[in-house]
Structure formats: C-alpha cells, structure tokens
C-alpha cells in the first residue's frame, strides 16, 4: 500500500500569491499542491492538502490523520507556530513522522517568530526555501518513512 501523506496549511496561507510577494513570493497555495501532487505521483506516495484559518479545525484534521492512517504530516502552521499549543499537543498527540515548513525563515525575522513551539514534536524543520521547502520536506518524509519500513520488515 502506498504512503499517505497530508499536507496542512494555516492561516492567511491562502493568500499566497499576493500576501507580501517581498517575503512570501507570487507562487500560490495552488501551485506549491499541484507541485507536491506531481511529486507525490513520481514517488509513489498519496497526497492530500487542508488549508484553515482556524486553529480548532487544524487540530481536528491533525487528530482525524490517525483515525485514516496517514503515514506522514507536512505542516506549515504559521502564525500558529508561535501561539499554538493546541497545534503543538495535537502533533504530539497522534504520532505521525510531522516535519514544519516555512516559506519564509523565520529566524531572521521579526523576534515573535522566531520561536515555534511545533518544530519541537517534529521530525525536524525547513524555512527560508520559499515554495521548495514542501518538496524538501516530502523527500525528508520519504526518507524517514522508507528507513522505518525497511527496519520493520
Ligand atoms: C510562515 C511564517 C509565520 O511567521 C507567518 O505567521 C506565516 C507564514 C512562513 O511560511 O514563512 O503566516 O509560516
């Protein structure tokens, strides 16, 4: 059966395109899932995207992952990465390999943003590549998840 991985996407993250170009760039939210849809064909794996601008409903999607026996989470919880423990404990919570995605890099900007306390109940996290970051992050996932099959065979 082949991996399946969810991709989630948090507040204003739906903007992109035109949300700040200087920092954020022109590419869309579109564009950046029909990129991973293509990659995610190439390799084999299955792929699915949430967007919300609400932290309950990121919560729920990330608990609903478990229940549907999704192998991997690829997270960009944005402004949420620096408030969110709701976020982080649901992380934590259900298990799943999870690696953090930021468009931007984060630590070198603002102070607020350059804690997250979600990259700590994931694998590891990827900022400041723009719209690659979610393809280093899926091939980072296909690294870990392809490691932890073999060992279990
Ligand atoms: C972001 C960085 C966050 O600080 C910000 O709140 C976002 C986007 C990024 O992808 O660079 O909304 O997660």
Do not use: W
Request: proline share 3%.
């Amino acid at each position: 059966m082949s991996m399946k991985i969810l991709v989630i996407n948090g507040p204003n993250l739906q903007l992109l395109g035109t949300r700040k170009p200087e920092i954020y760039g022109t590419v869309t939210l579109q564009d950046i899932e029909k990129g991973l849809e293509k990659m995610a064909g190439t390799l084999g794996m299955a792929i699915s995207f949430f967007q919300s601008n609400h932290e309950g409903e990121i919560v729920d999607r990330i608990a609903a992952a478990r229940t549907e026996q999704i192998d991997g989470i690829i997270i960009n919880p944005a402004a949420y990465t620096h408030t969110s423990v709701a976020v982080r404990d649901a992380l934590e919570a259900v298990e799943i390999p999870a690696v953090e995605v930021h468009l931007s890099n984060i630590h070198g900007r603002e102070e607020f943003r350059r804690k997250s306390l979600t990259a700590a109940v994931c694998i590891g996290q990827i900022s400041g590549f723009g719209p690659d970051g979610y393809q280093l992050a899926l091939q980072a996932l296909k690294s870990r998840l392809d490691r932890k099959s073999q060992k279990q065979t």
